[in-house]
């Protein structure tokens, strides 16, 4: 097909007069056909002059993007409406309103959505039942657990928020999509007796083990927050850690006093 989503208008001079063209309809997930009646113009020197007006115009609309199924709001392609999504999400990052693992969730989370899909829809065609399947995808077919499912859909509720901002859409398509509930974190209370060994056979058999134990232990600091240090971020003269407000949940700059083991 020479025009995958229209094919041009033209004139049919029947018993009954009209101007047909066909347009994609996103709901009917192919080319639909639309009739102009001509027949209420008696004269058919007008009715001809009309038709041929009809025809050369709808036609401009029809390449310029025009299509009547879909309304002027939200008739871009998604793909286009999530790269606008990614540049105002940038624009936050830059100026401190989220942090880069925030927005790395976002890319990780909406591209694999966008694999998924495996096709460039209709930013209307996303809506609560496609969000619903691919939801079911990660969940159910992936085996990946509640807590994924629900980091999922709440990055695809901040893109929902994002097109109703911007007027692509009346609501947001995730709405009343509940998050799955998750079983609370199970914690093991080590002894101190315990612990002596753990740090003992640390010592002697795993020495960056052992450095990285010690850091999670007396700085207090999380796993993810430890893996992003850096050499600069650590003064062992002053004792103190510099974690950066970009590796961590506090928007803040901090400082951690490390308590150095004689272990260490």
């Known amino acids: 097909m020479l025009f995958q989503n229209f094919k041009p208008a033209r004139v049919c001079k029947n018993k009954s007069w009209y101007v047909?063209?066909?347009?994609?309809?996103?709901?009917?997930?192919?080319?639909?056909?639309?009739?102009i009646k001509l027949n209420h113009i008696k004269n058919k020197k007008e009715r001809n002059k009309y038709a041929l007006y009809l025809v050369e115009k709808i036609n401009r609309e029809l390449y310029n993007g025009f299509n009547p199924f879909i309304k002027t709001t939200n008739r871009k392609k998604f793909s286009e409406v999530i790269d606008e999504f990614f540049v105002y999400q940038r624009k936050r990052l830059k100026?401190?309103?989220?942090?880069?693992?925030t927005y790395k969730d976002y890319r990780s989370n909406i591209n694999t959505f966008c694999k998924w899909l495996n096709e460039d829809i209709y930013v209307q065609d996303f809506n609560r039942k496609l969000i619903t399947r691919f939801l079911d995808y990660v969940f159910i077919e992936k085996d990946l657990t509640a807590q994924t499912h629900n980091n999922y859909l709440n990055n695809l509720r901040a893109l929902s928020s994002f097109l109703v901002y911007k007027g692509y859409l009346e609501i947001r398509p995730t709405d009343n999509i509940r998050n799955i509930r998750t079983n609370n974190k199970r914690r093991t209370v080590i002894t101190e007796e315990h612990l002596k060994t753990i740090?003992?056979?640390?010592?002697?058999?795993?020495?960056?083990l052992f450095l990285a134990s010690n850091i999670l232990y007396y700085a207090f600091i999380r796993p993810i927050e430890m893996t992003n240090l850096k050499i600069i971020d650590i003064?062992?003269?002053?004792r103190l850690i510099h974690l950066n407000k970009e590796l961590m949940r506090s928007y803040t700059n901090i400082q951690a006093i490390f308590m150095y083991s004689q272990r260490v």
Not at 20 to 30: D, N, R, S, T, V
Not at 235 to 238: A, D, E, P
Request: charged share 35%; net charge positive.
């Open 95 to 101: 100026e401190g309103i989220i942090r880069q693992n």
């Open 235 to 238: 003064s062992y003269k002053q």
């Open 199 to 208: 740090f003992e056979h640390l010592k002697e058999y795993n020495k960056p």
């Open 20 to 35: 047909e063209y066909y347009a994609y309809c996103p709901k009917a997930k192919k080319l639909k056909n639309v009739r």
